[in-house]
């Protein structure tokens, strides 16, 4: 299935938006609510959004294909994800937003790309490694007083 630019382009404006949304509400819920019980209610409110889409797509019978190295892989992502979350929150609790966000996203698209370049033979060129460069220099930036 082929999409167009501006659904993909769509898809990415809405993750970003709920994706920082959730970035913000978990900022909000420090020394409000444990950090484990937050984590556990943000995973729980989660899953009935997930179980909801994938009734609306079984319904509209979309094909819900698995293989059993694909489910292995979920599975795995899925301990990553729940330890990140474990981990964010308890960030979070801690430290600053503004600071604590980028700091774990460009780590976690460091790890991404030299993953991708290692393991899926993704290209690695110049302008990839200058983009990581800013990235840290700009890191670097927010930190300093």
Request: charge should be positive; avoid cysteine.
């Amino acid at each position: 299935m082929i999409f167009s630019y501006n659904i993909i382009m769509l898809y990415l404006i809405l993750a970003s938006i709920f994706f920082g949304a959730a970035l913000i509400s978990i900022k909000l819920t420090a020394g409000k609510i444990s950090p484990s019980l937050a984590n556990v209610l943000f995973v729980a409110s989660a899953i009935i959004i997930q179980l909801s889409a994938l009734l609306y797509a079984k319904l509209k019978g979309v094909s819900l294909f698995a293989s059993s190295q694909g489910i292995k892989i979920s599975l795995i992502g899925g301990v990553f994800i729940g330890f990140y979350t474990i981990f964010l929150f308890l960030t979070f609790s801690k430290f600053g937003v503004v600071k604590a966000t980028p700091f774990v996203y460009i780590g976690a698209i460091s790890i991404v790309v030299i993953f991708g370049s290692l393991f899926l033979k993704e290209p690695l060129n110049y302008f990839k490694i200058l983009g990581l460069l800013l990235a840290f220099t700009g890191l670097f930036l927010l930190f300093k007083n």
